[in-house]
């Protein structure tokens, strides 16, 4: 069982920064990625961004490339995702997660074992 816990979301106007953290507990053995998504209301869960653990190598999807960054320290077993110049449309709920296996990039949601409840990020124009 592995328990993810995401902070750092808000309410901020169209520009501004915001950094996500998810932190990782429990079955943290194995880990090969972990990723962000995001669910707008109304719309269907999209992937942000990705992250192999072993290697940290990372995927964007094209919406946030060159806006969002992600990173991850090991050693906390914690997950980032600094957002930068922020637009209306990021509007969203991001949720963290975690996969298992070999590690590659991974964007389906289905490449997924665990799952955050969630952290609300709003932006404003």
């Known amino acids: 069982q592995v328990q993810l816990v995401e902070s750092g979301g808000g309410l901020v106007q169209a520009g501004d920064s915001l950094r996500l953290s998810c932190a990782a507990s429990?079955?943290?053995?194995?880990?090969?990625?972990m990723g962000w998504f995001r669910q707008a209301p109304g719309k269907e869960r999209e992937f942000v961004a990705t992250i192999t653990w072993s290697g940290g190598l990372t995927t964007y999807s094209d919406s946030v490339k060159g806006r969002f960054t992600i990173s991850r320290d090991a050693a906390k077993n914690t997950v980032y995702l600094q957002m930068n110049s922020l637009k209306p449309e990021d509007t969203a709920i991001y949720y963290c997660?975690?996969?298992?296996?070999?590690?590659?990039?991974?964007?389906?949601?289905?490449?997924?074992?665990?799952w955050g409840q969630g952290t609300q990020v709003t932006v404003s124009s």
């Open positions: 429990g079955r943290t053995f194995g880990v090969a990625a």
């Open positions: 997660a975690i996969g298992y296996g070999i590690a590659r990039p991974r964007t389906q949601i289905n490449d997924y074992t665990y």
